[in-house]
């Protein structure tokens, strides 16, 4: 099992578990309709998740390249209701799901492409750019920062793809000039095309979408670098419409089963936001009949449901789930000892630390806490971690606190539960197994301390 101390983290090896159910089986192709796309390695599978403080867990191949493609799109669409403002950008692309394929020849009865995420939408977004700058090199450049923003370092263009992709471009060419034909496109449709492939063509990773998607989570500011690089309104526009037509035509059944604003590209990359938490990455590119990833939709249901991510999982979060923490050197509380005994002790509450924690506890808010619990861990040798203020604790929640109870425990450092409510390890009379990590979880903070203080008695014996 994972150690609190060193190597993978709890969340690492959850997440490796995922991975590795997620890697067999499932079939998929390669999208080929370009020769670059279709002469990647198959079996490349990375994962990565990026939290609302930009660190970011990385599995697998998550520093492998590969072309951001319709992960774009939402991209785009931002800096074009950035640059033009929502009134001009609704009058030419709608929101509304289509139902259909993302490369069909799609308007609604105002001749608009129905939304943002189908390549009508996508590259009538392109086209709104060119509109403020209409030098197709320039509008890339402005193009290139933005994403190179959101993902927190400087992307650049795969060649190659770029090049495949003009020379075979004729159903998008035939959308743009049809789209130039009801007057909704009115940069040059070649131009509209070209930067339109430059945006699918940028080389990113697993770790790259997380953190975009992390900077959507956060409402526009980048978790990394900690700068905004999209607009609150926008942001809040945009998973809008990633949850209604992120998705391809499967839509419907991605918000029911995932639950998380998403969108997918053929290159077999798939970002995610859960607003608010945290963003997420995966690619690998074996793609199902969608065009969807088949191991990245798989990894994202279990990311869901193991770890509850969907949005509609209603708990109230609370970001800061440490309300304080410090040592039992400022508690007065003191268990009953002989005269020798208490003289030791006395000269030891610095080393239990208390941690006070609030609010409901949920994958990311218990995330941070043992992350913090992990940094900190050569400063304490008895954690209490005090769940009086705590009202709800989800399923994930439950069972990594557990574990990192049990992994903390050992011969030179223990965790102890407060927990008086029973909200971490349930006390149910109906329930004969003891709940894991059971035997660490006490009702007040005077057994508490009375715990972390035989622990340190029996240490110091010990080493006589
Ligand atoms: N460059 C691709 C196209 O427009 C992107 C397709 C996709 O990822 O859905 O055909």
């Not at 509209?192 to 526009?220: E, H, K, M, P």
């Not at 690089?229 to 945009?238: I, K, P, T, Y």
Request: glycine share 10%.
């Amino acid at each position: 099992m994972a150690s609190l101390v060193t190597g993978p983290s709890l969340v690492e090896s959850y997440l490796q578990h995922i991975h590795s159910s997620c890697y067999a089986g499932g079939g998929g192709e390669l999208a080929d309709y370009i020769p670059e796309l279709a002469q990647v390695d198959p079996n490349r599978f990375g994962l990565s998740l990026a939290l609302h403080d930009g660190y970011v867990y990385s599995i697998a191949d998550a520093d492998i390249g590969f072309t951001i493609q319709s992960v774009s799109k939402p991209l785009t669409y931002a800096l074009a209701l950035t640059h033009k403002g929502f009134d001009a950008v609704d009058e030419r692309i709608g929101v509304e799901p289509s139902g259909e394929a993302f490369n069909e020849i799609s308007v609604d009865s105002r001749r608009r492409p129905r939304n943002p995420m189908i390549n009508a939408g996508a590259i009538l977004s392109a086209s709104l750019l060119l509109e403020t700058q209409p030098d197709v090199d320039k509008a890339f450049t402005e193009l290139l920062e933005f994403y190179s923003a959101c993902a927190g370092r400087q992307l650049a263009l795969d060649a190659d793809v770029y090049a495949s992709e003009m020379r075979t471009g004729a159903r998008n060419r035939a959308i743009a000039y049809m789209l130039q034909s009801f007057g909704m496109l009115r940069a040059a449709p070649e131009d509209a095309i070209d930067l339109y492939f430059r945006q699918c063509s940028l080389i990113v990773t697993t770790d790259d979408l997380a953190t975009i998607g992390g900077t959507l989570a956060n409402g526009g500011v980048n978790p990394r670098t900690g700068r905004r690089a999209v607009g609150q309104a926008v942001v809040q526009r945009v998973l809008s419409v990633m949850t209604t037509c992120g998705m391809y035509d499967g839509a419907g059944d991605w918000v029911t089963t995932v639950g998380l604003p998403a969108k997918s590209g053929v290159g077999g990359g798939i970002m995610a936001v859960l607003p608010g938490q945290l963003g997420i990455g995966v690619y690998s590119p074996l793609l199902d009949e969608h065009g969807n990833s088949v191991r990245g939709v798989s990894a994202c249901k279990r990311l869901s449901s193991d770890l509850g991510l969907h949005m509609f999982n209603v708990a109230r979060e609370s970001r800061v789930t440490i309300r304080s923490f410090y040592s039992a050197r400022e508690i007065d509380i003191v268990s009953d000892r002989s005269d020798h005994e208490r003289r030791y002790l006395n000269g030891q509450r610095d080393r239990i630390r208390i941690y006070e924690l609030q609010g409901d506890l949920t994958f990311s808010g218990t995330e941070s806490v043992l992350r913090r619990l992990r940094a900190a861990v050569a400063e304490f040798d008895v954690a209490i971690l005090d769940m009086s203020r705590v009202d709800h604790v989800d399923q994930v929640s439950r069972s990594m606190f557990s574990g990192a109870s049990e992994n903390i425990n050992g011969a030179a450092r223990t965790a102890v539960i407060v927990d008086p409510d029973g909200v971490v390890v349930r006390r149910n009379a109906h329930v004969a197994e003891p709940s894991p990590g059971a035997e660490y979880v006490v009702t007040t903070m005077r057994e508490a301390i009375t715990r972390a203080e035989d622990f340190l008695l029996k240490v110091a014996v010990d080493r006589t």
